[in-house]
């Protein structure tokens, strides 16, 4: 074991500091940071693949990495004999644990069914009480858009230190989301090995939204902004509810295909509660079914941060780009709502702007927080709720937008 394993054991015992003392997203950040544990120790191989062993002729070992079939394939340009040969004398050795629950993640999975469980604990009554709240949600992934072309702009200068081209840019801008799921479901799509700082740096930031967030949201507003008292949510009707999620899946993929995964279990999951005749599965998608899934993803997840994969500095870029994109898009939520205060004929506080990334409901908390800081009597938890739930929707629309470019490219 070399001393950059023995940083990332102390990285990986810092964040199970965060999450179990300071409570930082720890339904994630604690899979995350033991599954980087597991991997930095020495010997355990929890994460190595298939080998199989072939004996040689002359009494050596030849070791292929994979399966016999994927040994017996690769060699098939020699003849039916080898193949026959390899089969039957080749010995397999199986790969480690975690190796085969990271094709959870590796084919696709685990995030979308997290946003299926997402889905049903999401309320879109306050958004479609203030159908307003989706430009404020859309305003907040400009920080994603900054944080792709600030990716290109590492890669164009400092080829030698960042390896950064368009997917790699993709894939990163996303942390400034706030949404870890889709985070990783992109960087899983566009830059696979990038995706252990990725997912660290994405659960990182939305740990730290009371923190990031409450100075930048001072900073853009005025006292007297956050005193805004707004107007009481209009009622939502139950068919509004079971459309909503009906008509957003139609049009959304639709328009952006790439999005099925995410938006559709999303929007399933939602379906599946405000429909009232599926309280069963429901209940096994917001909970059972999601902290399984949860789980299993948190921990292959870490598994990835591996000392060599972690300790470069393609990391600190990704951790200062996925910085700049979370306080940009804050900080154009906050903006984009101050001029729609001045242009609105009802007063709109702009301190929900900051709710449009996609952390639910924490990000809506802080805004709450803020605001009662200058008034007590301010409630703007459920005004705040808009912008956010629409945050979801546009942080899975952006990654959308980026696999279609370049998935294929």
């Known amino acids: 074991m070399g001393y950059k394993n023995l940083i990332m054991i102390v990285v990986s015992l810092t964040l199970m500091y965060l999450a179990i003392k300071k409570g930082y997203e720890p339904l994630l950040l604690l899979p995350i940071s033991f599954g980087m544990l597991l991997v930095n120790l020495p010997i355990t191989f929890i994460m190595e693949g298939a080998m199989t062993q072939i004996p040689l002729p002359d009494g050596t070992i030849f070791e292929f990495a994979g399966t016999k079939i994927e040994a017996a394939a690769t060699f098939a340009a020699d003849g039916p004999e080898t193949v026959a040969y390899i089969l039957s004398q080749a010995k397999e050795i199986p790969g480690g644990l975690l190796y085969y629950l990271y094709y959870g993640n590796k084919l696709g999975i685990f995030p979308p069914l997290i946003f299926m469980g997402v889905g049903v604990l999401t309320d879109f009554g306050p958004l479609l009480a203030n159908p307003k709240s989706f430009l404020l949600g859309a305003a907040a992934q400009f920080g994603i858009f900054l944080a792709f072309f600030g990716a290109l702009m590492l890669g164009e200068f400092f080829p030698e230190l960042f ?33 252990g700082p990725i997912a660290v740096a994405a659960y990182s930031y939305m740990s730290l939204v009371p923190i990031i967030q409450p100075p930048i949201m001072r900073l853009l507003t005025t006292k007297e902004e956050r005193k805004i008292k707004m107007k009481q949510l209009r009622p939502v009707s139950h068919t509004e509810k079971i459309l909503f999620p009906i008509v957003v899946t139609i049009l959304v993929i639709l328009i952006l295909p790439t999005t099925a995964p995410l938006i559709g279990m999303l929007m399933f999951g939602n379906l599946i509660k405000v429909s009232g005749v599926t309280e069963k599965l429901a209940e096994v998608a917001s909970n059972a079914l999601m902290y399984v899934i949860t789980i299993f993803l948190g921990i292959t997840v870490g598994a990835t941060t591996s000392a060599e994969a972690f300790l470069n500095f393609e990391t600190l870029g990704i951790l200062l780009l996925g910085l700049v994109a979370f306080s940009f898009g804050t900080a154009s939520g906050v903006l984009l709502a101050k001029l729609m205060n001045k242009l609105s004929k009802t007063q709109i506080n702009p301190l929900i702007g900051a709710a449009g990334v996609s952390a639910v409901p924490m990000a809506a908390r802080v805004v709450q927080k803020v605001g009662q800081e200058e008034d007590k009597s301010n409630f703007l938890l459920m005004h705040a709720m808009g912008p956010n739930v629409a945050g979801v929707i546009g942080s899975a629309v952006a990654a959308g937008v980026f696999l279609s470019l370049f998935l294929t490219a």
């Open 163 to 195: 390896a950064f081209g368009p997917k790699e840019g993709a894939a990163i801008a996303i942390i400034g989301g706030a949404d870890g799921p889709t985070a990783i479901y992109t960087a899983i799509k566009l830059a696979p090995h990038l995706l």
